[in-house]
């Protein structure tokens, strides 16, 4: 059984920019939720997808946005980039029946200047 | 008010010295609280969890819900410098709604 892997491990852009993060869920999971974790912060939900369907969204503007795809791996896409968007970028995968065994992949550090 | 409040320490203890960490929340419709792990640039790892009040022991980790204090601990006994990471605490409404972190508290175990 493999864990939740994320890709890339870090990487750095520009101001105004855009960012596609991806997530692989671990087998046999069909959620995965995104989460914002900035320096010295716990983290913060952005959203979730069950099935394909974004089902949950923190309080995050329509720049971040997701997709899930039929093999249940996801991607976060950010456009126009912001200063404040610096973080790590936790995925995290469930059954969608586990009421509390969400488990997070080690994360996408972004750097934006 | 944050719906989760945690203080960030640090935390600085001597080898097997008994810890407590501790979370206190708004929010009284929290009925899942978990306690994750945090290793330096690494993602946080489930280490406890408790559905609603009482308590909940995992070898030299207790985990302790007052639901009437809006208040969660947990405690780690004859502490190990491997426990050197930020502690996480963490709660949901119910199902697969999403996790509700605390800030963290930085935790380092002196050898």
């Known amino acids: 059984e493999t864990g939740v892997t994320q890709s890339p491990t870090h990487l750095i852009k520009t101001r105004g920019q855009q960012v596609t993060l991806r997530c692989s869920s671990q087998s046999g999971h069909n959620t995965v939720s995104w989460y914002q974790q900035a320096l010295g912060q716990g983290p913060q939900f952005i959203f979730q997808?069950?099935?394909?369907?974004?089902?949950g969204r923190g309080n995050f503007p329509p720049r971040f946005s997701g997709l899930q795809f039929p093999n249940y791996s996801s991607e976060l896409n950010v456009n126009a980039l912001e200063l404040d968007d610096s973080a790590l970028y936790l995925c995290?995968?469930?059954?969608?029946?586990?009421?509390?065994?969400?488990?997070f992949g080690p994360g996408t550090r972004l750097t934006v200047t | 008010q944050k719906e989760v409040e945690q203080d960030p320490g640090p935390l600085s203890v001597p080898e097997g010295a008994i810890v407590s960490l501790n979370c206190t929340y708004s929010n009284s419709a929290f009925q899942y609280f978990m306690w994750y792990r945090q290793y330096s640039r690494k993602g946080p790892e489930l280490l406890m969890y408790?559905?609603?009040?009482g308590n909940k022991e995992d070898g030299r980790f207790t985990a302790q819900v007052d639901k009437s204090s809006k208040y969660i601990s947990l405690f780690i006994r004859d502490s190990q410098p491997s426990d050197s990471a930020t502690y996480l605490c963490?709660?949901?409404?119910?199902?697969?709604?999403?996790?509700?972190f605390g800030k963290g508290t930085r935790l380092s175990v002196i050898a």
């Open positions: 963490a709660m949901r409404t119910g199902g697969n709604t999403p996790l509700v």
């Open positions: 995290a995968s469930s059954s969608g029946t586990g009421i509390y065994e969400q488990y």
């Open positions: 408790t559905y609603s009040s």
């Open positions: 997808y069950y099935r394909e369907e974004e089902n």
